[in-house]
Structures are given as structure tokens and as C-alpha cells.
């Protein structure tokens, strides 16, 4: 198998970068994680630190925010007092290729969750 469409693992760790690679939700959430990877526009994804708010309790859950001006977006994933965003860099150039990522990868999340 070649890497664009082999082992979702493999290809999750090739796209997985930044300082910190623990992600919220446990397998859960790496599955989500891991169908955003499978998305062949997205080039990187870069977890940021997991910041505890709200009340506990809760399921895991993804919500993507508009896309930057360069069609990188942000997925915000949430379970119970767990909140952690997660920098999407794609390979589109525009905020409106960046809206389109953006919707599909929602609708694959809505499949998801």
C-alpha cells in the first residue's frame, strides 16, 4: 500500500506535528482526527494545548471554525471540561477553498459523530 491510501495510521502520523500530539477523547477522538487526515487537501495537523473549562461530563465533539485568509482552518474538539483546538493547514490558498475544505470535512465529522 502507498502512503495516500494505505494504513489511516500511517498516514495520521505522517500529517500529525507541533509539540504537543495528545488529543482529547481517547480513541474516539483520534478517530475523528484520523478522518480529518484521510482529507487529501489537509497537509498538517497541529494539536494545541488541552485547556479545561465548562462542566464535567459530556461526549466528544468537533466543530470546525472559519477558515484564515490562506484556507487553513481550526477544529475545536471538546469532551466534558476538555476543550482542545487543532491547527489544519491545507494545501488551498483561499479562504473561500478553505470554507469548501471546510464543509466537507463537516459533513464527514457529522457521519462521525
Known sequence: MNKKNGNPDALL????????????GGRAGRKLVRLVSQHPEIKK????????????????????????SRGNLRLLLSEGRSVQELRLV????????????????????????
Open 13 to 24: 502520523k505522517s500529517k500529525l506535528g507541533g509539540a504537543h500530539t495528545t488529543i482529547i
Open 45 to 68: 495537523i497541529i494539536p494545541a494545548v488541552i485547556s479545561v473549562k465548562g462542566t464535567a461530563g459530556g461526549k466528544l465533539s468537533g466543530k470546525l471554525l472559519r477558515a484564515d
Open 90 to 113: 491545507t494545501t488551498v490558498g483561499t479562504a473561500f477553498e478553505g470554507e469548501r475544505i471546510a464543509r466537507e470535512l463537516t459533513e464527514i465529522l457529522g457521519n462521525a459523530l
